[in-house]
């Protein structure tokens, strides 16, 4: 991973560095993409009501 400030090639950079008010992934989407996953490769979880 480079480090935030290399936003220049050549090599490895980013596009869109990151920064700390902002995120890559809306963090709804990604938990509820997460649920889902989990959900599917593990199965639903014992007694749970919903």
Partial sequence: MPP??????????????PRYDRHFTDPAALLAALKTAASAALGPRKGATR
């Fill in 4 to 17: 935030a400030a290399r936003t220049t090639g050549p090599g490895v950079h980013w596009r869109v560095p």
